[in-house]
């Protein structure tokens, strides 16, 4: 569960960037950029939903991909 924590507190972080929709491959390798981590898609994917459930985040389908924003 910590990490998880520290995932999803790292993605809450980039938050100027999530002004706009973006998808979990774009925040991935935002992660990469700002912090030097090479999270996997699957944990990335696991931690926006979790933030969605808990109303950090909000999301919305474009097509068949989600794409995530504050």
Sequence with gaps: MTNKNSLSEKILK???FLK???TAEEIKLEL???FGHN???SDIR???L?????????RKKDG???KYYL
């Design 14 to 16: 980039i938050d100027d």
């Design 20 to 22: 706009h929709m973006r």
């Design 32 to 34: 990469k950029d700002r």
């Design 39 to 41: 999270f996997k898609l």
């Design 46 to 48: 696991v931690n926006l």
């Design 50 to 58: 979790y933030l969605l459930r808990r109303e950090k985040i909000k």
């Design 64 to 66: 068949k991909i989600y």
